[in-house]
């Protein structure tokens, strides 16, 4: 039962972390003021830690 509650939040945590990768991905393409070497680091850095870098990301264009 442990095994299964252990995967059942896994799952969840790669979920919510896909779901805001995407949501993160969709937001740097279409972004126009960002050069694409810029947009190709914002969405690698999507793929890795999506949360941090989303904070990241909503700073850096509201400066701009």
């Known amino acids: ?8 939040v ?3 945590l ?3 972390h ?3 990768a995407g949501k993160m991905y969709r937001a ?3 972004n126009s003021m960002l050069s694409i070497k810029q947009k190709n680091d ?3 850095k999507a793929l890795i830690f999506p949360a ?7 700073k850096e264009v ?3």
């Open 1 to 8: 039962m442990e095994e299964l509650l252990f995967y059942a």
């Open 14 to 16: 790669l979920l919510g």
């Open 28 to 30: 740097v393409h279409g």
């Open 52 to 58: 941090y870098y989303w904070f990241q990301y909503q």
């Open 18 to 20: 896909t779901l805001l």
């Open 42 to 44: 914002w969405k690698l």
């Open 62 to 64: 509201k400066q701009s």
């Open 10 to 12: 896994l799952f969840l």
